[in-house]
């Protein structure tokens, strides 16, 4: 099982990226729910948006709900994340993880800096 995470970088405060998760190992599909979180320094590891595969749901932290979207390409078995109107406050490491057979795995993460 492996996830590998790209797309990060340095962007202007209302600016826009998008991440990507791609896995291999396993299918998106089979897991029990596939996340972002996000890591800012000196600070605990946060949950971003969750996509719940049985059924679909997904959730959003309130700080980022109107302004990043989380989805899934199961064809091509990436999840990603559009994040936009960016704040300096969204500046972190972006992880990804997924919940499979009762196991934990992480991506090595993408640095976003939002900066002018």
């Known amino acids: 099982v492996q996830l590998v995470e790209s797309g990060g970088g340095l962007v202007q405060p209302g600016g826009s990226l998008r991440l990507s998760c791609v896995a291999s190992?396993?299918?998106?599909?089979?897991?029990?729910?596939s996340s972002w979180y996000r890591q800012a320094p000196g600070k605990e590891r946060e949950l971003v948006a969750r996509?719940?595969?049985?059924?679909?749901?997904?959730v959003y932290a309130d700080s980022v709900k109107g302004r990043f979207t989380v989805s899934r390409d199961d064809a091509e078995n990436t999840m990603y994340l559009q994040m936009t109107s960016l704040k300096p406050e969204d500046t972190a490491v972006y992880y990804c993880k997924v919940l499979l057979l009762a196991r934990i795995y992480w991506g090595q993460g993408t640095q976003v800096t939002v900066s002018s």
């Open positions: 190992g396993f299918t998106f599909s089979n897991s029990v729910s």
């Open positions: 996509i719940i595969s049985a059924g679909g749901k997904i």
